[in-house]
């Protein structure tokens, strides 16, 4: 397991460098397990990675690093409502006690220093965890997610819960039952959703990095609107104990960074098997590190050899012309990198958003029953069980809970199941079968991760069938359980400075490896971007 791994004992292994292999050579078999920061990696992309090299060559204390985003987040949260809980105080008893550490000599975790938010929806047993929700208001779970023990255990901390869509359910964050987060590039737009508090706390540079749950796109949509990283893995591949289940078929625990780098080594942290939790695999953990090397040892060729496909259903009617201009743009770069482009259809593909639904809302319905006001979540005073039970949930769940499970209730009924959740399954196995001859084909395929760019607050709140087609990116990818990369790649028109617009990459299961590689390499080389957001624009980032 990660959290057994030592750290390297000295700041060397942090900066010897490797030139990166030509994309045809990169073998498809695992390697066994490394420590996060023994490679050959440069540190100037990634916060975790300079963080651990300031804290070594004692350039900064780790309470000063805790301090200065504390700092920011004070300034910054009132404008933007991305966390529903801080602990400063735990937060500095911590970062002090690293230091206390470093001046013991002692070894530090791959994660030492490192601050993390955490979405409300997963368990944290010093914080409460209410999914969002005023059922489960003041609720604080007596163990912690699988995913935040490990980081906890390599160094990591954990800055704060952030805010969502009620039980995950939503893409603006509006839903959420106790505040309404604003995007960090324009204050009157929405961040995305439902992990909108994650992706505008690293946007906004209010924590390096966060978690957040990914069941139709909640990671990758709000990467997209927030100019950041997101990274949905293989169904499988990071244990869900801990996380509230909304559509246990779907739902995946996904990470945000301001780089793929910083991204790939949080998902490498919290990856594994897990005995309390039978849907993870038992897969060998691919060093995911080992993909992050010096851009300058690059020729000038480095994806020679990688056959990209662009999904043409993804650019039909529909997508706003900013959108479709800068994926355009991003299949050149790919191109100008080696990459041989070539359009691919999936016809099955308009086919992913009425069953997603069908089956989310199937077994939302299910999962939601036990808060009932008795076993979990909060409890109405009543006379009478039933009268309890109801009033409950009535005064519990927000009116996209109720929509979803009534939905959820009806296409499960005697009479309906086959019209609906049978058929709705069928569709997944066909949507599962055009990914697998797609992917035989292309080693990637490339797509826009949201039809548009960030739109404003409230203007689809009280049309909820035009929010569920925002949806249509990034569905099909749950359904067919693959791993899938968000990063920034161009502006749309919009607010003072342009909105971001994110590349979504979508590659074979379990080949976040790959997936990582190419984006980085992307990443690096795109030139006239900087994608620090307006509100912090004027303070020393780093982009």
């Not at 994660?111 to 010093?126: E, H, Q």
Request: hydrophobic share 35%; charged share 20%.
């Amino acid at each position: 397991m990660l959290s057994t791994l030592q750290p390297p004992r000295s700041l060397s292994h942090f900066r010897r460098r490797t030139s990166l292999k030509p994309f045809s050579s990169l073998s498809s078999q695992p390697v066994t397990h490394s420590t996060l920061t023994d490679q050959s990696q440069s540190t100037s992309q990634s916060q975790i990675l300079s963080t651990r090299d300031s804290l070594l060559s004692r350039q900064i204390s780790a309470a000063e690093l805790a301090e200065s985003f504390l700092s920011r987040l004070r300034r910054t949260e009132p404008h933007l409502r991305s966390f529903l809980h801080v602990s400063d105080s735990a937060v500095l008893a911590q970062a002090r006690d690293l230091d206390d550490k470093l001046r013991r000599n002692e070894e530090l975790g791959p994660l030492a220093g490192v601050l993390v938010a955490v979405k409300d929806n997963i368990c944290t047993a010093d914080m409460p965890s209410t999914a969002g929700s005023r059922v489960l208001e003041g609720y604080t779970p007596p163990y912690d997610a699988t995913a935040v023990r490990k980081i906890k255990e390599l160094g990591g901390i954990v800055v704060g819960k952030t805010n969502m869509d009620e039980f995950g359910m939503g893409s603006t964050t509006e839903g959420s039952a106790f505040q309404v987060t604003a995007n960090p590039w324009d204050t009157t737009r929405v961040p995305g959703g439902s992990s909108g508090g994650s992706a505008a706390a690293v946007s906004a540079r209010q924590s390096m990095v966060s978690l957040g749950s990914d069941t139709g796109g909640s990671v990758r949509q709000p990467a997209s609107f927030c100019g950041v990283v997101g990274l949905k893995p293989t169904y499988g591949r990071v244990s869900r104990f801990g996380l509230m289940a909304y559509a246990s078929s779907l739902d995946v625990i996904g990470c945000f960074g301001t780089s793929v780098a910083d991204a790939g080594i949080l998902l490498h942290a919290i990856s594994g098997h897990d005995r309390l939790d039978a849907t993870s695999s038992k897969r060998e953990i691919p060093d995911l590190a080992s993909q992050f090397g010096s851009i300058s040892l690059l020729d000038s060729k480095p994806l020679k050899g990688l056959k990209v496909g662009l999904i043409r259903e993804t650019l039909n009617d529909g997508v706003d012309i900013g959108v479709s201009s800068a994926i355009r743009t991003a299949a050149l770069h790919l191109e100008e990198l080696g990459c041989s482009i070539g359009d691919v259809s999936l016809p099955s593909f308009s086919l992913g958003l009425p069953a997603y639904y069908v089956i989310a809302s199937s077994e939302s319905s299910s999962n939601l029953s036990r808060y009932d006001g008795l076993r979990y979540g909060n409890q109405v005073a009543t006379d009478e069980l039933n009268s309890q039970y109801m009033d409950s949930r009535a005064k519990g769940f927000g009116s996209e809970v109720k929509r979803r499970i009534l939905t959820g209730t009806y296409a499960l009924s005697a009479g309906y199941y086959d019209a609906y959740y049978k058929r709705a399954q069928q569709v997944r196995t066909i949507i599962r079968k055009s990914f697998k001859e797609a992917l035989g084909e292309y080693d990637i395929l490339i797509s826009p991760a949201a039809p548009s760019a960030a739109y404003k607050i409230g203007e689809k709140k009280d049309d909820p069938l035009a929010m569920y087609v925002g949806d249509i990116m990034t569905v099909n990818v749950n359904l067919a359980g693959l791993p899938a990369l968000v990063l920034p790649c161009g502006f749309a028109e919009g607010g003072s400075a342009g909105l971001p617009v994110g590349l979504q990459m979508v590659g074979a299961a379990f080949s976040e490896e790959k997936l990582l590689r190419v984006g980085h390499i992307f990443e690096q080389t795109l030139q006239n971007c900087r994608f620090v957001p307006p509100l912090i624009a004027d303070e020393d980032i780093p982009c």
